[in-house]
């Protein structure tokens, strides 16, 4: 029975990560996905180098807004024979800063408001700014669910890039 590759790549997690030892070199590494990539049938596009890092990422014609990339990297172990690959899905640099950015406004505004109200209440002043603490937090969940939400909408792309990644190395990547 073929185990299903969405077993092991969590909804829940805004950016999956994986990190595996391989018996593979660097260089089988970067031969196994560049004959990969460069096949007319690939389900995927991207780069891969020498220097130990690569990405994977959709087509253009089937991106959209929340489509994920998987940046990779491998290195030589010390010890033994091989490499660790480590990888990480996310959405394109864009959107994460993107996302980053409303995050630090948000936690900056809070604490700012949060100071400003407790100032005032310690002074005997009206604590009233502080109703929109709760306002803020609310914000915070509701954009973290369209964040959730987005990944959840690139998820079957997803798996598409880790089932890529697992078939033109041969190897079996779980969390």
Not at 48 to 60: C, D, E, R, W
Not at 61 to 82: A, I, N, R, V
Request: glycine share 6%; proline share 5%; charged share 20%.
């Amino acid at each position: 029975m073929k185990e299903n590759v969405e077993d092991h790549l969590p909804h829940y997690r805004v950016r999956p990560r994986f990190k595996i030892k391989t018996t593979y070199t660097k260089e089988e590494i970067v031969e196994k996905m560049d004959t990969a990539l460069n096949k007319e049938d690939a389900p995927c596009k991207g780069w891969v180098n020498i220097a130990g890092y690569g990405k994977l990422y959709m087509p253009q014609e089937e991106q959209h807004y929340w489509s994920p990339e998987l940046s990779f990297s491998f290195s030589e172990m010390d010890e033994e024979k091989g490499c660790t690959l480590s990888g990480l899905y996310g959405p394109r640099p864009a959107v994460w800063t993107m996302f980053v950015f409303f995050y630090f406004a948000i936690g900056f505004a809070a604490v700012a408001i949060s100071i400003i109200g407790l100032s005032n209440l310690s002074l005997n002043k009206s604590g009233s700014v502080l109703w929109l603490v709760p306002i803020l937090i609310l914000t915070f969940l509701t954009l973290y669910l369209v964040a959730y939400m987005g990944q959840r909408l690139g998820h079957q792309q997803m798996v598409t890039l880790h089932q890529f990644l697992e078939k033109s190395t041969g190897l079996v990547i779980q969390e």
